[in-house]
């Protein structure tokens, strides 16, 4: 159980397009998603927690208006890089906190999405 | 304030080989503790996690891990490497449900045949 899935796994876009990453939690019901990117070589910087109904809680440095993030359903959220230009080329990462009994410590990451702007 | 070093950003171990990757945190109140494990182009795979139960923590493929509040370290150890075991290992840090995940920079296992 609590397994994280994102979609697509690999996008390539043109500068100045907008594109969207679905992180969906399988087999439970995440109330709080979490968006990370990941520079090569590099450790995991959160972006943005992501609480279902509410906004998005951004990390300092991060663009809100660049980076959107929807939480919409207790197992669907999606980050939408908008305009995007070729450094927002990336891994992104995202994960899922399962509130069910002592797994609620835990997250549950996603395989990640490379995002290749050209 | 919270924070997590990884000693060693790339380590070398032959196979059959002890491997010992190390973790030091940072936190102002009992922390809970995980060592990840993640191979190229692919997501996070939880290794094993301390949350203040027992100090000797068990986990995945072999590993295992100590917390020792005097040092503030959390350790992982395995007693033989394999070649499968080359992957990136991050440690992270949470301060307990519901909290977010302060993670080290990583450290790189690479297993010599």
């Known amino acids: 159980g609590a397994v994280v899935s994102q979609h697509p796994s690999r996008v390539i876009c043109k500068s100045g397009t907008s594109v969207k990453i679905e992180c969906r939690s399988l087999?439970?019901?995440?109330?709080?998603m979490f968006w990370y990117r990941q520079f090569p070589k590099k450790s995991l910087m959160l972006m943005a927690t992501s609480n279902e109904g509410s906004k998005a809680t951004y990390e300092q440095g991060v663009e809100k208006d660049k980076f959107l993030i929807n939480h919409a359903s207790l197992t669907l959220s999606t980050l939408t890089v908008t305009s995007a230009h070729p450094e927002d080329s990336s891994f992104y990462i995202c994960?899922?906190?399962?509130?069910?009994?002592?797994?609620?410590?835990?997250?549950?990451f996603g395989p990640g999405t490379r995002l290749t702007v050209l | 304030a919270q924070s997590v070093t990884q000693l060693g950003s790339h380590v070398s171990v032959s196979e059959g080989a002890l491997v010992l990757l190390r973790c030091n945190y940072s936190?102002?109140?009992?922390?809970?503790l995980f060592w990840y494990v993640q191979y190229p182009n692919q997501g996070l795979q939880l290794l094993l996690k301390y949350t203040s139960a027992a100090t000797l923590v068990k986990g995945i493929n072999g590993f295992e891990a100590e917390f020792k509040k005097s040092e503030t370290s959390f350790h992982l150890t395995k007693p033989s490497a394999h070649m499968s075991d080359a992957a990136e290992y991050f440690c992270a840090v949470s301060l307990g449900t519901g909290n977010q995940f302060y993670f080290g920079t990583g450290t790189s296992l690479t297993v010599i045949p």
């Open positions: 087999d439970f019901q995440a109330t709080t």
């Open positions: 936190s102002s109140v009992p922390p809970y």
């Open positions: 994960s899922a906190r399962d509130p069910r009994g002592d797994r609620y410590n835990e997250q549950f």
